[in-house]
DNA sequence: GTGAAAGCGCTAACAG
DNA sequence: CTGTTAGCGCTTTCAC
């Protein structure tokens, strides 16, 4: 019966506050707030009887409420295309990962390639609902006025913004030169790239920079494609299709992306061409998912893990009140598998 | 030069506050709060004062402050093990494009198998941050006591939390039925079942008791595994191992997600057992990720479409007032692929 | 050691 | 059609 109690004061009650604790406890809301966030002298026996009315009421303190005193919400928006995607789901989820250990939540929208429901949720987040804003899509942020007088910490994944907002990458150069050179060293001469596009500035262009740099290091042609982020399956083989059709010629492809590069795999498959024998192919990326699924793929690594670290503690130091604009790139690798001869 | 009137105006005031904006356009507080909710009569000319006075401030009302005077945050907590698995990515995605157009936000948390960080998850959601939860872990709900005295709308999914917390999932019974029976019709008689150990309730083992019952209906018997779903990849290959090693007969499959199945046709491949002639497989989730990169499994698809919009509009109700426990299942279809002889 | 009063930014109730 | 007042639930001075 003594473990009624709670439903016998409180069945009808709503939420209780602080009032009601202080009541129960015989003391001043001061008091209980006190108790609360261990401020200020109190003696045992006040912060015992405290403790037990709270835990009678099954009390609760209104984080809304303390949010707006505070002015804090301890709460990041994150934006992304769409979690669904393998490599956006990771980056949530690194990034949930180290900002929950720094004390926040994650508030995610997945703007799902639209302009409109990006802006709504920008106009909502910047009405000071979020401490800081982590931003990974790829709209045109031209089309994106909120970007430009946006007055919140903001940090920017593999994508340029503005100039004082700092943004995290993987180092896309260097990849973008392992990659092309790799492919060389193992014979490839005909070498295709492909990329995303959804790049609007010319800081968002450095893999396909390196690959055309070392391409005529080596004396050879480079040729680059253009691919629509958001293709559906169907469309990104006859993609693939068309290339192979255009360029009967080539024996290796540098593809922007994993999900690219496995689709790929399968065209080649399906019109019989042989990996890594006549065909060999390199992809961007390397999320743990995937390569758990596809191990066959060879692929340049991108350190999320590192990223989202970097991510966090750049918004930490903004939100301080620190300057912390600029580029800020992570180191890749080249994981050597079953598409490379 | 009038372009710079926000920066002349505002570059040191903080955030500017209903009162700035009342104070500019020369009206009170309340009518500044009248344009924006667009509430009661106004005079065609005070609307067009207040508002321009809002742009000249570049002003967004205080999202805390409406909601600690709403008592609505307009956001969900949704709780997945993480978002880097496909099917919670997937998830996540469905649940936060209904969630959206619904109006409400999405606050994401990776439980990561970690019954302390859910647990903390609830205590600070519980806290009035959000109007209702939607929870899709998979940690022991008996270690979780917050949700038995859980005082917010909750809906789960794919799991049993308590009597009143009503649960979406896809029909387990029924999917569990149509895979074991497809194997039997395509000739399989030695037919493997691979399940989760995450399973406490009875009500969650529907897959399962689908699978034997079918197998004793055939007159076959049934042999069911049991999978950590955190296993790594290199855990995973060796527990398929062991099991072509203790059952060389095995003919056939069922597994009780796509990404086990993925991994026992790598095994298989390894193993040099030809897939679908000696060994068919089929798995379950067909989440759109996963089967634009592994084609050729063939798998139960659950409607996380269906069960995302279902979940929405259940919270919904739940945020109302309704009373709407129960198990809401909705129904599955078979995918036919390679893995399918 | 503890309490009373003011205020975080907004909106609802009540006037006029 | 618009303003004044009070209050959402908490924390922070400032007293005592």
């Known amino acids: ?128 609902q979020v401490d800081g804003l982590v931003i990974a899509t790829h709209n045109h942020q031209q089309q994106i006025p909120e970007y430009q007088n946006a007055n919140l910490p903001i940090v920017s994944i593999d994508r340029y913004l503005r100039a004082t907002i700092p943004n995290v990458s993987s180092d896309n150069y260097a990849g973008g030169r392992l990659a092309t050179e790799e492919l060389i060293r193992r014979g490839a001469v005909h070498i295709i790239h492909t990329d995303s596009v959804e790049r609007f500035n010319k800081r968002d262009y450095l893999r396909q920079q390196a690959y055309q740099d070392v ?67 390199i992809g961007y990326d390397g999320v743990p998912t995937t390569t758990q699924i596809v191990p066959e793929l060879s692929t340049i690594v991108q350190p999320l893990d590192e990223m989202a670290k970097t991510a966090v503690d750049l918004l930490q130091r903004e939100i301080r009140g620190d300057q912390v604009a600029g580029s800020h790139k992570l180191p890749v690798k080249l994981r050597v598998s079953g598409s490379l001869r």
Chains 1, 2 share one sequence.
Not at 226 to 243: H, T
Not at 245 to 269: C, G, K, W, Y
């Open 1 to 128: 019966m003594a473990m009624k109690l709670d439903e016998d004061e409180g069945i009808t009650m709503s939420q209780p506050k602080m009032t009601d604790v202080a009541k129960l406890a015989g003391v001043s809301p001061t008091t209980v707030s006190r108790v609360i966030n261990r401020r200020g002298y109190l003696s045992a026996k006040t912060i015992n009887k405290v403790e037990a009315a709270m835990h009678q009421l099954n009390y609760r303190p209104n984080t809304v409420a303390r949010q707006l005193q505070s002015q804090k919400t301890m709460t990041i928006g994150v934006l992304v295309p769409t979690v669904a995607n393998p490599f956006f789901g990771e980056l949530t989820f690194q990034l949930e990962h180290y900002l929950f250990n720094a004390g926040f939540k994650v508030l995610v929208g997945n703007a799902e390639n639209d302009i409109g429901k990006e802006r709504r949720y920008l106009q909502q987040l910047l009405a000071r």
């Open 215 to 281: 391409m005529r290091e080596h004396g050879l042609t480079p040729v680059t494609y253009k691919i629509d982020f958001n293709s559906r399956p169907d469309r990104l083989q006859a993609f693939f299709n068309r290339i192979f059709d255009e360029h009967p010629e080539v024996d290796a492809f540098f593809t922007s992306n994993d999900m690219d590069a496995i689709q790929l795999l399968q065209v080649a498959r399906q019109r019989g061409i042989a990996v890594p024998d006549q065909l060999q192919v």
